[in-house]
């Protein structure tokens, strides 16, 4: 069987909004923009398929973080958005690789918690560093090859390179066996977020 010849040429982004039970959310659509609004930390977000079978592909997305959704008085909290990828939907959570872009509030302190998870988990992950938490838009491009995805923001801060897939040896994780047939997911959890001018490319092999 010829392998599959993987070209330079953007593919269909069709963004599909999912919510599990728990999730109380608001959401708003027209001219490329998703806005999500959603009071919680039941799942919420854009799934968005990539139709590829084994080739690299680049997601690039436009994100406005317009406001936290206020907690309980007194409590801490987080708020903020994931960008995921070689993700799937399981009809009330998200699995798999993701960065969230994430703040976490004490009091009146605001502090930026930005971190690498493995969903479902989103609170074990790895911080990261290097993110420009300054300013409510960002534009941010994942790129996947070769079982990693890495991510730059603005065009400008490249934050590295992780494993998006299960590696041998790796042990028990909750990673995907492999990439084909999933998609990218971003979550949106004790915010209000616009998602705009989404596109996905595959890039030659």
């Known amino acids: 069987m010829p392998t599959r010849?993987?070209?330079a040429q953007g593919m269909k982004a069709e963004p599909r909004v999912r919510v599990s039970d728990t999730a109380r959310h608001?959401?708003?659509?027209?001219?490329?923009?998703?806005?999500?609004?959603?009071?919680g930390y039941g799942w919420a977000g854009l799934d968005i398929p990539v139709p590829n079978r084994g080739c690299p592909f680049e997601v690039r997305v436009e994100a406005t973080l317009h406001r936290a959704v206020e907690q309980e008085e007194g409590t801490v909290w987080g708020y903020g958005y994931?960008?995921?990828?070689?993700?799937?939907?399981?009809?009330?959570?998200?699995?798999?690789?993701?960065l969230q872009y994430a703040f976490r509030k004490e009091g009146r302190e605001v502090f930026p918690a930005h971190s690498v998870q493995h969903y479902p988990e989103v609170n074990s992950g790895e911080p990261v560093e290097g993110i420009d938490s300054e300013g409510a838009t960002h534009v941010w491009s994942?790129?996947?090859?070769?079982?990693?995805?890495?991510?730059?923001?603005?065009?400008?801060?490249?934050?590295?390179?992780?494993?998006?897939?299960?590696?041998?040896?790796?042990?028990?994780?909750?990673?995907?066996?492999?990439?084909?047939?999933?998609?990218?997911f971003l979550r949106v959890f004790n915010a209000d977020v616009t998602f705009r001018d989404i596109s996905v490319t595959e890039l030659a092999d």
Not at 82 to 98: I, K, M, Y
Not at 153 to 158: F, H, I, M, S
């Open 5 to 7: 010849r993987c070209l």
């Open 26 to 39: 608001t959401i708003t659509s027209g001219d490329g923009a998703y806005r999500l609004g959603n009071d």
């Open 142 to 184: 994942i790129r996947y090859q070769d079982g990693q995805v890495a991510l730059t923001q603005d065009d400008g801060v490249r934050l590295g390179e992780y494993p998006a897939v299960r590696s041998k040896g790796s042990g028990v994780s909750l990673l995907p066996q492999n990439c084909n047939g999933k998609g990218v």
């Open 82 to 98: 994931g960008l995921g990828v070689c993700n799937s939907w399981t009809g009330s959570e998200a699995q798999g690789f993701s």
